[in-house]
């Protein structure tokens, strides 16, 4: 079955630290996957998608189809980066599957 | 500019009562969908509708019903409300072109039933 794993409900590091939010997923297809970031009583918004590559706010993630994740990483963590953050994996009838979520929290 | 608006933003009401939440996108998108997102939970699937005329149930519908009368508002009701319906609930719109475009959120609805 389709799923999408965030095995760290919670992750603490310092400011100026590097940040690894960590995603598995399963999909028999091939996946599109996402980052969605929700500031502290905000709206979810998209961060990352794999098909864009791109780097928002410091971030990357890199599909890795043979281990089947989608880590989202940050070499320096800044203290407005603090927020909920889930991955997501998108299906053929343009629902997502969502993972749990991870809190990340920036310590100053 | 394009948006998608949720309505109320706080919402009280009592065990038994019917409420409607709002929902509504200037985005002219076809899909559509509704979340609620409890701790631990993270965000679960209500109803989805993939244009006028057309609704789908979730993973968590029962209890709840929606409708799609034009391409903006999917309206989410609580026929009956109950405790354990006090959540926060996301609508969610997206494109229909293909699942690379990702979804955009409304500002939520925080519910809670007493």
């Known amino acids: 079955a389709q799923r999408v794993t965030q095995p760290e409900k919670l992750l603490s590091v310092f400011k100026g630290a590097p940040v690894e939010l960590k995603c598995n997923y399963s999909?028999?297809?091939?996946?599109?996957l996402f980052w969605y970031v929700q500031y502290s009583r905000q709206r979810l918004q998209l961060l990352l998608r794999h098909i864009s590559r791109e780097s928002i706010k410091g971030f990357t993630a890199d599909l890795n189809k043979g281990e089947t994740s989608f880590h989202l990483k940050k070499p320096f963590a800044q203290e407005e980066d603090s927020a909920m953050y889930y991955c997501a994996l998108s299906e053929s009838n343009y629902q997502l599957i969502w993972g749990a979520g991870t809190k990340l929290i920036i310590k100053p | 500019d394009a948006e998608i608006t949720q309505s109320p933003r706080h919402k009280i009401t009592e065990t038994g009562r019917q409420v409607t939440l709002a929902c509504h996108q200037t985005?002219?998108?076809?899909?559509m969908f509704w979340y609620r997102q409890d701790l631990g939970h993270g965000l679960r699937l209500i109803h989805y509708?993939?244009?006028?005329?057309?609704?789908n149930k979730g993973e968590v519908s029962d209890g709840y019903s929606v409708s799609r009368s034009n391409t903006e508002d999917l309206p989410l009701t609580l026929e009956s409300a109950a405790s354990s319906q006090t959540s926060v609930y996301f609508c969610?719109?997206?494109?229909?072109?293909?699942?690379?475009?990702?979804?955009?959120f409304g500002s939520g609805t925080r519910l809670t039933v007493v």
């Open positions: 509708s993939y244009g006028v005329q057309d609704t």
């Open positions: 985005w002219n998108h076809n899909n």
């Open positions: 999909y028999s297809g091939s996946p599109e």
């Open positions: 969610a719109s997206s494109e229909s072109v293909g699942p690379g475009y990702g979804y955009t």
